[in-house]
T-cell receptor
Framework: GAVVSQHPSWVICKSGTSVKIECRSLDFQATTMFWYRQFPKQSLMLMATSNEGSKATYEQGVEKDKFLINHASLTLSTLTVTSAHPEDSSFYIC??????????FGSGTRLTVV | DAKTTQPPSMDCAEGRAANLPCNHSTISGNEYVYWYRQIHSQGPQYIIHGLKNNETNEMASLIITEDRKSSTLILPHATLRDTAVYYCIVRFETSYDKVIFGPGTSLSVIP
């Protein structure tokens, strides 16, 4: 079945530094990738939609300059958290649109900013 | 996509059937009901989906009412590993639209 590989699974970074999270579709081409953020005991919150070859679409309230999304190819989408601060600590998840059985999700990245 | 409502939490005894309800009264004729679950600190996992007929796979069964306004996900013999948050989503099968998650149902399987 469709697999989305997300790396890293966890990362700790210092405040003010940038962190890149990668999501790769391993056995299919993903022209679109959705990026979610999840705080403890809360549901997934959609941050943005990346599209191969065009600019990402951000949800209301999400800072475009802080969360840089690039969809470099049909198999790779990246999320860069720039100038990270402790309040950016969260669980980030990517997801590719359906093949036959709905969305395929990455395994998530736990970001901790210290 | 149609909005769904689910109970915030449920308990189930290990080995018993877990029945998770979902209301989707505004579902349109071509929208499917999808179920996902998320085990702590993992990405959501697809469970099952259906249009109007009951569906069964190796993980669960999906019962959709005749008027399609509600459905029930059944885990026939719940185990501790089924403890997770379960999300019910309605959408078109081949849609590439974004998915907005509700709060889901937190299922606790109790020994």
């Amino acid at each position: 079945g469709a697999v989305v590989s997300q790396h890293p699974s966890w990362v700790i970074c210092k405040s003010g530094t940038s962190v890149k999270i990668e999501c790769r579709s391993l056995d299919f081409q993903a022209t679109t990738m959705f990026w979610y953020r999840q705080f403890p005991k809360q549901s997934l919150m959609l941050m943005a939609t990346s599209n191969e070859g065009s600019k990402a679409t951000y949800e209301q309230g999400v800072e475009k300059d802080k969360f840089l999304i690039n969809h470099a190819s049909l198999t790779l989408s990246t999320l860069t958290v720039t100038s990270a601060h402790p309040e950016d600590s969260s669980f980030y998840i990517c997801s590719a649109p359906p093949l036959n059985y709905g969305y395929t999700f990455g395994s998530g990245t736990r970001l901790t900013v210290v | 996509d149609a909005k769904t409502t689910q109970p915030p939490s449920m308990d189930c005894a290990e080995g018993r059937a877990a029945n998770l309800p979902c209301n989707h009264s505004t579902i349109s004729g071509n929208e499917y009901v999808y179920w996902y679950r998320q085990i702590h600190s993992q990405g959501p996992q697809y469970i099952i989906h259906g249009l109007k007929n009951n569906e069964t796979n190796e993980m669960a069964s999906l019962i959709i009412t005749e008027d399609r306004k509600s459905s029930t996900l059944i885990l026939p013999h719940a185990t501790l590993r089924d403890t997770a948050v379960y999300y019910c989503i309605v959408r078109f099968e081949t849609s590439y639209d974004k998915v907005i998650f509700g709060p889901g149902t937190s299922l606790s399987v109790i020994p």
